[in-house]
Every structure is written in C-alpha cells, then in structure tokens.
C-alpha cells in the first residue's frame, strides 16, 4: 500500500485579522483572508514557486477557519490517489465520513472524517495539474 503524505494543515480562529498578524509577525507567514471561500485565511508557509510549489522540499501550507464551522479543533488532511476509494478504507476501518465531498476549483476533491479515536481529519485528491 502507498504511503499518503499529510499536505495540508487548517487551524480555528477567531478574529481572521488577529490571525494573520500573528502568524505573519511571528513565523512570516503569508496570509490571506478569502471571504468567498467560507471566511478561510490560507497561510502560506514557505517560499513558492510561480507554479505555485513549494521551494523548500516537504514543506506544506495551512489555512485557518472560522471556529464553529468545523469544530474548535486543529486538524491535518492527507492526500489520497482516490477520494472513493479512501472513503471505502475509512468506513472498512470503523471511521466515519463527516459530510459530503466537495469539489475545491483548481485543488481538488476533499472530505472530512473522524478515526477511530475521534480526531477530524481531512482527505484531498488533488486535482490533476
């Protein structure tokens, strides 16, 4: 079986300025408030490519979301080949599919589940470059 590496990160906030001042000041990060994208503030954690790639091997960018939307919680989302199929593992496994998938334009497809220890965690197929 492939290994599924974890790409992406997404944290609650509450004040998206207070966030993204913080982040910045403190790490450098890049943020950006996207207010049609469900008030979500991307962070971007490293230098990038102009095709949008990161610079620095391994690295991963994160976002931030509102608290309430999808728990108070940070959670992490790993990267599978198929979204279906990956869903299939999860139930098979005793974990459960928290909603429905969806479609994010030039990212990919992407669901959120629980683990047999109750954490959320995020799936993306990314879509194909």
């Known amino acids: 079986m492939a ?8 944290m609650p906030y509450g004040d998206p300025k207070r966030v993204s001042k913080f982040y910045k000041a403190v790490f450098g990060w890049g943020m950006q408030y ?13 230098p990038m490519t102009k095709n ?9 960018n994160g976002g ?9 919680v940070p959670h992490v989302v790993i990267s599978v080949d198929n979204l279906e199929k990956s869903m299939e593992l999860v139930k098979k496994s005793d ?32 879509a194909r470059m």
């Open 95 to 126: 974990g459960k599919i928290a909603g429905k998938p969806m479609d994010i334009p030039g990212i990919g497809n992407f669901v959120m589940f629980v683990d047999t220890e109750g954490n959320r965690v995020g799936m993306l197929q990314p």
């Open 64 to 72: 931030f979301f509102p608290k309430g939307n999808y728990g108070n």
């Open 34 to 46: 996207l207010p049609k994208m469900g008030s979500y503030v991307l962070a971007a954690t490293s």
């Open 3 to 10: 290994m599924n590496p974890v790409v992406h990160f997404e």
């Open 52 to 60: 949008n790639m990161h610079k620095n091997k391994g690295a991963i």
